[in-house]
């Protein structure tokens, strides 16, 4: 992981190019990060370090973690993420905004997609159901259908796609573009949709 910062998803809107083209974007709220660990190769074997980002109640965090943020001398935060190999040379308490993004700059973006609960193949795979309501059929529409052989190999090989939880997965969604970067209000404007519900934590990487 390379440098990045921790944000949240506001939502979708739109914005219009130099040739006045009308482009969908996710508005994003990316830190400002406080760095609260420093990690180094003498002393844990790699280089990173670790971002804080979103402030919570005091009294909603444990002992041991608000000794943690009273090192870095900052609040206590909601999210905490680890950066590794940052090119950086950063300090305890360093405060990272969204500047370190440009204008017309490609982006990784990992959230949280949002969870479906359990759902039937139709949902969760795309099947098309069994078909036609002919011959009796009257409650078979949305059915997978058959599974596979029955003597041999007498199971359902790992793997076969079937009814189950959906969504709530981790998705990373590569090689985005920043069409605008306001410091003022530490937002990103990325091109395109990105998992997650509003209000969700994001990681953003260079």
């Known amino acids: 992981m390379s440098a990045g910062l921790i944000g949240r998803k506001i939502g979708m809107t739109s ?39 979103d402030d919570k109640k005091e009294k909603q965090t444990g002992r041991p973690m608000i000794g943690h943020f009273k090192k870095a001398n900052t609040t206590p935060k909601r999210k905490v993420v680890e950066f590794r190999d940052w ?43 069994v078909g036609g309501q002919t011959h009796g059929q009257h409650n078979r529409l949305r059915a997978p259908g058959s599974m596979g052989a029955s ?14 939880r959906t969504g709530n997965d ?8 920043v069409l605008k970067v306001i410091p003022e209000s530490n937002l990103l404007l990325i091109k395109g949709s990105i998992p997650g519900a509003k209000g969700s934590y994001l990681i953003i990487e260079k």
Do not use: M
């Open 15 to 53: 914005v219009f190019s130099a040739e006045g083209k009308n482009i969908p974007c996710t508005v994003i709220e990316a830190g400002p990060c406080v760095v609260t660990q420093v990690r180094t190769s003498e002393k844990d074997g790699y280089n990173a370090i670790q971002l804080a980002f």
């Open 87 to 129: 090119d950086n040379t950063h300090q305890l308490g360093d405060v990272i905004t969204v500047d370190i993004f440009n204008d017309d700059r490609w982006v990784d973006v990992s959230g949280i997609t949002k969870g479906k609960g359990f759902q039937g193949v139709v949902k969760r795979h795309g099947f098309g159901g």
């Open 151 to 164: 003597s041999f190999p007498s199971r359902v090989f790992p793997g076969k796609r079937l009814p189950g």
């Open 170 to 177: 981790k998705v990373t969604i590569t090689n985005l573009r």
